[in-house]
């Protein structure tokens, strides 16, 4: 069955860098758009970004563009989400997920998430 | 970007009763909308994609409908597994991806 494991996440310091990886399995990875997805405490869900199954596009969120980005390793089967100048309103648990075709527009399937914290 | 409105932002209903929430778009989305379940502690589960097609094993209580700037999700008799908080999403492969702000259902 598909399996998404994030890993990466922590406790920051505002203003530095944190890289999320996303371990998938269970299906053919190169043939799906994958996202990111966060979600800060208590509220509710925002999208971050999401790349298409070939990494030709990529597309982000208004409150990460610039800072972040995505990217994916076909032949690893992993994708990644390189954090930069982070902010109090980037703590949140960064869900990775995978999307129902090919170009990064549904979310089908989820991961557990990882708790990224930004804190002085 | 696009922005997504849902209302109500909570609902107090009780089992068997029939729930509709509402989602609306800053501009015309077409028919680029889904909808997901949230449980507390839990990842989403995508109920409907493309505003009207239910995902594969989904219950046929749950259905969405809409176009254009206005769309709804209609649970047709709630049921005990169905109180949780549901999000609408705006979709285009092209541009950005927005989820609106969330509707929590609770018991009455």
């Known amino acids: ?120 | 970007d696009i922005q997504m409105t849902q209302s109500p932002s909570t609902l107090a209903a009780s089992v068997g009763d029939r729930v509709t929430i509402t989602c609306r778009a800053s501009q015309s989305i077409s028919n680029w909308l889904a909808w997901y379940q949230q449980k507390p502690g839990k990842a989403p589960k995508v109920l409907i994609y493309k505003a009207s097609d239910l995902e594969s094993g989904v219950p046929s209580r749950f259905s969405g409908s809409g176009s254009g700037t206005e769309f709804t999700l209609t649970i047709s008799s709630l049921q005990p597994d169905d109180f949780a908080t549901y999000y609408c999403q705006h979709y285009n492969s092209y541009s950005s991806r927005t989820f609106g702000q969330g509707t929590k259902v609770e018991i009455k």
Not at chain 1, 18 to 36: E, I, K, P
Not at chain 1, 48 to 68: C, H, P, S
Not at chain 1, 71 to 94: E, F, P
Request: some cysteine; proline content about 2%; hydrophobic content about 40%.
């Open chain 1, 1 to 120: 069955q598909v399996q998404l494991v994030e890993s990466g996440g922590g406790a920051v310091r505002p203003g530095r860098s944190l890289r999320l990886s996303c371990a998938a399995s269970g299906f053919t990875f190169s043939a799906y758009g994958m996202h990111w997805v966060r979600q800060a405490p208590g509220k509710g869900l925002e999208w971050v970004a999401a790349i298409w199954f070939d990494g030709t596009y990529e597309f982000y969120a208004d409150t990460v563009t610039g800072r972040f980005n995505i990217s994916r390793d076909n032949s690893k089967r992993m994708l990644y989400l390189q954090m930069d100048s982070l902010g109090d309103g980037d703590t949140a648990v960064y869900y990775c997920g995978r999307d129902k075709g090919l170009f990064g527009d549904v979310v089908v399937d989820w991961g557990q998430g990882t708790l990224v914290t930004v804190s002085s």
